[in-house]
């Protein structure tokens, strides 16, 4: 993305369980046009958001479920891939992810991952580098996000979930793009 929009939503507070912070004040019609507007204007291949599990921050949750609705909104044949991550540690079972109940746009194609990220891939320079450096680059810039700096380092994959709101012969494009974006000699079997 070469672009970053704040879409002025207010913060309603802070709630000590994170997946409870409400976001009902946010504006839901002005934030919905201006997703649809996005999506049909850049013609995004993909679009990644965080996984949307009952334990996902609440804003967090929101931003995804409207940016699904938003997609799912354009013609069938126009969609981006609506993928969703999740970290997790190498040794961690394989998680399952169902949807969340009465929010049928949140249905995954399976239970299971589509495709698992390994950060430790190697690139650049005689592979000097890894993603886990791209991965703490991004958690240095939410220095608001308190116990989210903890989570340098902790996980070595990335797991992503594919949305039946996908559109057309998504199957195939996200094949294509997991192969894209992870070298075979990086590439982690969805468990």
């Known amino acids: 993305m070469r672009r970053h929009y704040f879409l002025d939503q207010r913060d309603s ?4 369980d994170a997946s409870a912070a409400p976001a009902g004040n946010w504006d839901k019609p002005v934030v ?4 649809r507007g996005l999506l049909q204007r850049e013609q995004y291949d993909a679009v990644l958001t965080l996984l949307p599990t009952t334990e996902t921050h609440g804003h967090h949750r929101a931003a995804t479920l409207l940016a699904l609705e938003a997609a ?5 044949d126009h969609r981006p891939l ?7 540690a190498a040794g961690d079972s394989s998680e399952l992810f169902r949807g969340i109940p009465g929010q049928p746009i949140a249905r995954p194609t399976d239970q299971r991952p589509v495709f ?3 950060r430790d891939a190697r690139f650049g320079y005689r592979d000097a580098l890894n993603y886990q450096i791209v991965v703490n680059w991004f958690i240095a810039e939410h220095k608001s996000q308190g116990l989210f700096q903890t989570d340098a380092g902790k996980h070595q ?7 039946e709101a996908s ?7 996200v094949r294509q793009l ?3 974006l992870v070298p075979p000699a990086y590439q982690v079997a969805a468990r």
């Open 13 to 16: 507070g802070f709630a000590a």
């Open 82 to 88: 609506l993928l969703a991550g999740e970290p997790c």
């Open 32 to 35: 919905l046009t201006f997703l």
């Open 157 to 163: 994959l990335e797991q992503f979930w594919l949305f």
């Open 178 to 180: 997991a192969h894209q």
């Open 72 to 76: 799912a909104s354009l013609p069938e």
């Open 167 to 173: 559109g057309r012969d998504a199957d195939s494009r």
């Open 116 to 118: 698992v990220f390994n």
